[in-house]
C-alpha cells in the first residue's frame, strides 16, 4: 500500500458487512460470554492487508470480545449499548468534529449545551447551572472534585480541603483526590449502614470537627456494590449550615430522574454544588460519556474554565471548560437516542429493571441455596451461596461460571467478604434466565 | 414507544443508511466547511420519534457539523479519521467492552498491551516500558506529569516540585499543573527562540539554581503553533545530569517514529521518562485516543496504578492503571487501521505532507501577498498578508474566509501577534488546493 487516501475506500460494501457484524453483536449466542485469551500474532505490521479484510479483522475481534449484548451478562454496570447508539456513533467518529472549539462542531456545541440544560433542569438545579461532557466518571468526579477546591481560581490552599466520602464512594473519588494532592490523612470516611449509605449525624458531627477549614462532602447515589444511594437531602441540609461543598456522585443513578416510579431516590440531588451523571451507564450509549454539572454557573466560571478568545460565531468554545482539550462528540449520540426512544421509554425501561430486581431478589430469598446480601434498592444484587463460605471454593465456582455458564455474575467484595453481584441493566433480560443463572451457579 | 429492546432494531437497512451517510461525509463538497448554527427545536423529547427518523437524524447531524474530512479544511490539528477507523469504531462501539476489567475486554486488553510495547519500541525506549490508553492529550499530560510528582505513591511533598516547561507548551500542561496543585510561582517557562524551542542552556541554568528540589521538565514534540520540537537530546542529556524527571509531550509529533525520512526529529525520546503519543492527530484515528507511556515500568507500578484483583484469567485488569476507569477499547480502533495500512503507508503520507509543507511555504515566498512566519518544522505553517496588520482587519479577512471560502486556515496567536495557520493533515490536499484558498484570502 503506498497511500493512506479515504477515497480510496468503497464505503457501501463495507458498510453491508458492519451491518452483519452488527447483527452478530447483537444475537444472542450459547457458549460463554467471555472468551478465553490467545495469542495477538499482529502489532503493527510494515504492509497493511488492505479494506478486503476489514470482514475478517471485525469478526475476529467479535469473537474474541466480551459479548457485552447478551441479557445474561449481568457481572458489572456494563451493558452493549442501544444499537442505535452504537450506529451513531460511527456517524461521530466520522465527522470526528472536535468540542474543543466551536469552529469544529457547531451542532455538537449546541446539542451539549441543550442536554446540559436539560439535565440539570431534570435533576432540579437551577437554570443558571453549567458543566460539560467528560470522557467517563472518573474525570467527572474529578472535574467535579477540582472546582469544589478551588479550580483554577485557587490553587494555593489545597492543604485546608477537607473531604467527607461516604464508605461506599466510587474508587475514582480517591484517585481524584491523590491527584489534587489531597493527602490521606484529609480524607474522612463516613461510617455508613449495613449497604455503606453514609449517617447523616456522623457527616454532621465530622462538619463540626472541622469547622473553619474547607469541607467538601462527596456522597454517592447508586454505589457500585449495592447501588446504595445516600441520603441526599439531608445530607444536602447538612452541608448548607455547615457550608461545605456538596457533591453528588450520580454517575450510575442519575438515570433514576428519567423513572417516573424511583425518581423520588433523587430527592435533594437539587442542592448539590456539584453532580456527575453517566450516559454510557442506564442511558445505553457507548462509554465513555460523562456529564459534570454545578450549580453555580457563571459564578464558577474561573474555577472551572480558561477562557478561550470567542469564535468566529461569537459564542463560547466549549473547550473552555474542565480538564480536558479536544472532546468527542458523545452529545451528539445521546441526543439522536433520545430523540429515537424519547425519555419516557428510557423511564418505562428503568422501572422494569427496577421491578426485576426485586423479583430476582424474591428467588433469592424462596431457594434452600441462596441468600440475598441486601434488600435491592437499584437493580443490583449481591448475594452469597449457603454453604459456599470458603473463599477459594466462591473463586472455583465463579471460575467454572466463566467458562462454562451461558452467563455471568461478578464477585465483589464487601466489608472483607466476597458476594456474587447481578446488575440488571440489558433491556431484555427475564426471570426466567435469572433463574437458570442461579441453578447453573448452584449445581457448578 | 413502550421499551427499548435492543432486538426490536432491523439492524441491516440501517447499516446501508449509514454507509450512504459516511459517503456523504468523505466525499468533497462545494461550499461552506463550518455550517452556521441554527436553532435546536428538540432536546430531550418524551416520546421518541422511532428507528424510522434515524436517517433524517444522521443526515442533519451531518448538515450542521463542521466538514473535517474536507482536504481544504485545514485550520487545526483535526482530520477525520480514516473511514476504515470510522468503520471499525462502531464495531468498537456496539462491543463496548471496557478496559477496566479483563473480563470485559479479553482482546482490547492484550491488543492495548501489545501496542504500548510497540509504541515504546519504535520510540527507542526499553522494554520495561509501561503504560496506558487514556481519552485525549490532556489527560496523558496530567497522568504523566501525575506521576512524575510521584503519583498514588508520593502525594505529600507536591511543594517540592518545580516544573520547567517550553515556552511552546500545550494548554494541558498548564492545566494539569493546576490540577495537581502546582502553583505559578513554582512553573518556570524556559524562554525560547523565534517558534518558542527551549534553549538547553537556559534549562540547564534553571535546573541549577532549583537544586535539591523535585524538578520536573516538560517539553514538546510539535507544538500547537508551529509544530515546533524541542531539542529533545539535548535536553535529555541535561535532564539526567541534573537527575530531573524528563517528560515529552509528543501528542502530535509521535507519529513522526513511522517515517523514514523525518524520525530524526524525534533523536532523544528514547531517554524520556515519559512520553505522550496522540494517534487522534496524526494516526488518523477518531477522538480521543492518546497514549502515556513511562519507561520506568514496574518500578512505577505504585506510582502510576491502584492495584486491583487480578482477573479470573489470571492477568492484569488493565483498569489498574492511570487515572480513568472505564475506558473505550480505542486500541482496537488503531489496531485494526495498522492492520489495513500497515506502518509503511503511515509513514509514506507523513513524509508527503512534510514535501507539501515545504512547497506550500515556497508559494508563500514566492507570492507577492504571503510572508510565512516560519520555516516549517512539521506539517504546520503559519504566515501573514503583507499590509494586513491590523487585528481587526485579519480578523475581517478570516471571517469572510469562513462564511465565504471552501476551505479554512485558522487564526493562532503568537508573542502577540495574530497569524493565518495551516496543518496539513488530511491525506488527499494538494498545492492547487492551497494555491486557490491562498488566492481567496489575498482577494478577499
Chains 1, 2 share one sequence.
Not at 339 to 365: C, K, N, P, W, Y
Amino acid at each position: 500500500m503506498e497511500t493512506i487516501n479515504f477515497s480510496d475506500l468503497d464505503i457501501a460494501p463495507l458498510a453491508s458487512t458492519l451491518g452483519r457484524t452488527l447483527e452478530t453483536i447483537y444475537r444472542p449466542a450459547t457458549g460463554r460470554v467471555i472468551p478465553s485469551e490467545t495469542q495477538v500474532t499482529s502489532i503493527l505490521p510494515e504492509e497493511g492487508v488492505g479494506a478486503e479484510a476489514l470482514p475478517g479483522l471485525w469478526q475476529e475481534i467479535v469473537e474474541r470480545s466480551t459479548r457485552l449484548a447478551e441479557p445474561t451478562m449481568l457481572g458489572h454496570m456494563d451493558t452493549a449499548p442501544h444499537p442505535v447508539a452504537a450506529l451513531t456513533d460511527c456517524v461521530v467518529s466520522a465527522l470526528n468534529n472536535n468540542l474543543l472549539f466551536r469552529e469544529l462542531s457547531p451542532f455538537a456545541s449546541q446539542i451539549e449545551e441543550g442536554l446540559i440544560e436539560a439535565f440539570a433542569q431534570r435533576l432540579g438545579l437551577p437554570v443558571s447551572s453549567t458543566g460539560t461532557f467528560c470522557s467517563g466518571g472518573s474525570i467527572a468526579n474529578l472535574t467535579a472534585l477540582f472546582v469544589a477546591c478551588g479550580g483554577f481560581e485557587n490553587i494555593e490552599s489545597r492543604d485546608r480541603v477537607r473531604l467527607h466520602v461516604s464508605e461506599c464512594h466510587h474508587a475514582s473519588v480517591m484517585k481524584a483526590a491523590a491527584v489534587l494532592g489531597i493527602p490521606k490523612a484529609h480524607i474522612l470516611v463516613m461510617p455508613g449502614d449495613d449497604t455503606g449509605r453514609c449517617q447523616p449525624s456522623a457527616l454532621d458531627e465530622q462538619l463540626s470537627r472541622h469547622a473553619g477549614l474547607h469541607n467538601i462532602v462527596a456522597v454517592v447515589a447508586g454505589s457500585t456494590i449495592h447501588g446504595a444511594i445516600d441520603p441526599l437531602a439531608e445530607i444536602g441540609a447538612i452541608c448548607r449550615r455547615h457550608d461545605a461543598w456538596f457533591h453528588v456522585d450520580a454517575i450510575y443513578g442519575g438515570a433514576l430522574c428519567f423513572s417516573g416510579q424511583h425518581r423520588h431516590h433523587l430527592a435533594g440531588v437539587d442542592v448539590a454544588d456539584s453532580v456527575v451523571i453517566g450516559p454510557q451507564k442506564w442511558m445505553y450509549v457507548p462509554r465513555v460519556c460523562a456529564v459534570v454539572l454545578f450549580r453555580a454557573g457563571a459564578e464558577h466560571d474561573a474555577r472551572f474554565g480558561v477562557s478561550l478568545p470567542y469564535s468566529v460565531t461569537g459564542a463560547a468554545h466549549r473547550g473552555q471548560w474542565g480538564l480536558q482539550g479536544s472532546r468527542r462528540a458523545d452529545a451528539l449520540t445521546l441526543w439522536t437516542l433520545f430523540q429515537v426512544i424519547g425519555t419516557r421509554a428510557l423511564g418505562l425501561q428503568i422501572d422494569s429493571a427496577m421491578a426485576l430486581t426485586e423479583a430476582f431478589h424474591g428467588r433469592l430469598v424462596d431457594r434452600m441455596m441462596t441468600e440475598p446480601a441486601h434488600r435491592p434498592e437499584l437493580n443490583l444484587q449481591c448475594f452469597s451461596l449457603n454453604g459456599v463460605t470458603a473463599e477459594d471454593e466462591i473463586t472455583a465456582r465463579h471460575r467454572r461460571m466463566t467458562t462454562d455458564a451461558p452467563g455471568w455474575f461478578s464477585l465483589s467484595r464487601w466489608r472483607d467478604r466476597l458476594y456474587f453481584r447481578a446488575v440488571l441493566l440489558p433491556p431484555e433480560t427475564t426471570l426466567t434466565q435469572l433463574d437458570e443463572l442461579l441453578s447453573a451457579l448452584c449445581d457448578s
